[in-house]
Structures are given as structure tokens and as C-alpha cells.
């Protein structure tokens, strides 16, 4: 493992803290989608499946188990727990995220890593990884309201996807010389939508003003 996936590992695992940190400590999921939340359990869910038949390593195990644990925590305290669910904006959070599910699937039955069940569901999960932040980034349009917490924790997500871009490019000149179509456009797509999101976010800073997304 080089330094660029470790440090894209801790800071994939740092946002999902903040987020439960953040919806443990004020008892309120303002500002978070929940449909982007269970995008990410299906991916996990579905990208993880050779998590009790095929051993990598004790990191690779224990990592897969903790994203796992962690989305399904995310998504039973926005959908369960009696405070937190109450501060959950429904009208806000009205992105048709079953299209996203649709859609990846299909895309996933066509043009797989390789056909069989396995190989399908996992580049499932890759295409729905790349735009499972969609619903987040729409709840935010609407609400133009981001609290410091819910702004750290997209910027992180946006880092973490940018850092294994770098490690997609390290091991392309040090380790494989080939390039995987898959992950690496995927998360060119899906490093786009944060860069767009960054763009308007600090524009906004700047110039004082409540955050607007292009529509």
C-alpha cells in the first residue's frame, strides 16, 4: 500500500467520523441527505461482498467492516433515533436518488469489470460511488445554508477521492502500467461534481453570500 491510498483511506474514514460526530454531538442531521447516506450503504454493501470469502489482509478486513458499520449507523440514527430523525428535511432532500440506482445498474450490466455477479455488483458500486453525493450537493442548493461541520465533511469526501486519483496514477508508473476505464473515469466524474461544488462554495464565501449552485 503506498502513502497516497493510506492517506485517501483516513481521510474517507475521517468524513464519515465528522458526520457521526456531528449528528452525535448537536442530535441533528440538518443539512445531510439522507438519500445520499443510503447510496452509500448500498455501495459498501455491494462493493464488499468478498468480505467472508476472499482475505487480503487484516486492514483491508477491518476497513471494509467499518465502512460498512458506520453508513448503516449514519442512515439508523437520520431514519430511527427519536431526535435526530425530527431535524431530517425531507422537502429539501427531494432528489430522485432511485434514478441514480437505476441507472448505475443498467450501466453496470452493460459495461462490467467482467461478467459475473460479482465482478457486476462491484462496478455497480463504482458507477453509484461516483454520484451518490448528487442528493447531498441538491439538498445543499436548496437549503444555500452549509454549517462548518456538513462543509468539512464534503470537503473531506472531495479529498479522499482526489487522493486516490493520485494513487490510481502512482501505481499506473510504479506497480500495474495499465490503466482501469472504470475506476478512474468514475472518479473523474465524481472528483468534478465536488471541484463544481467547491468552486460556488468558496465564491460564495467570499463574497458573503448564502451559497448557489448552478441548477
Not at 138 to 164: E, K
Amino acid at each position: 500500500m503506498n502513502i497516497f491510498r493510506l492517506a485517501g483511506d483516513m481521510t474517507h474514514l475521517l468524513s464519515i467520523v465528522v458526520l457521526l460526530l456531528k449528528i452525535r454531538t448537536t442530535k441533528s442531521c440538518a443539512g445531510i441527505s439522507l438519500k445520499t447516506q443510503e447510496l452509500y450503504v448500498i455501495v459498501f454493501f455491494t462493493r464488499y461482498l468478498d468480505l467472508f470469502t476472499r482475505y487480503l489482509s487484516f486492514y483491508n478486513t477491518v476497513m471494509k467492516l467499518v465502512f460498512i458499520a458506520t453508513s448503516v449507523a449514519i442512515v439508523w440514527y437520520m431514519r430511527h433515533h427519536k431526535v435526530v430523525k425530527q431535524t431530517y428535511s425531507r422537502e429539501e432532500d427531494s432528489f430522485k436518488h432511485y434514478v441514480l440506482i437505476l441507472l448505475c445498474l443498467i450501466l453496470a450490466i452493460l459495461i462490467p469489470h467482467a461478467f459475473n455477479v460479482t465482478e457486476i455488483l462491484w462496478t455497480y458500486s463504482i458507477y453509484l460511488e461516483a454520484v451518490a453525493i448528487l442528493p447531498q450537493l441538491v439538498l445543499l442548493q436548496r437549503s444555500r445554508n452549509i454549517d462548518n461541520l456538513t462543509g468539512i465533511y464534503v470537503f473531506l469526501l472531495g479529498a479522499y477521492r482526489a487522493l486516490y486519483i493520485v494513487n490510481w496514477g502512482y501505481r499506473f508508473f510504479t506497480e500495474t502500467h495499465k490503466i482501469r476505464w472504470i475506476p478512474w473515469v468514475s472518479g473523474l466524474v465524481q472528483t468534478a461534481l465536488y471541484a463544481d461544488f467547491f468552486y460556488y462554495y468558496i465564491k460564495s464565501w467570499k463574497n458573503h453570500e448564502k451559497l448557489k449552485l448552478p441548477v
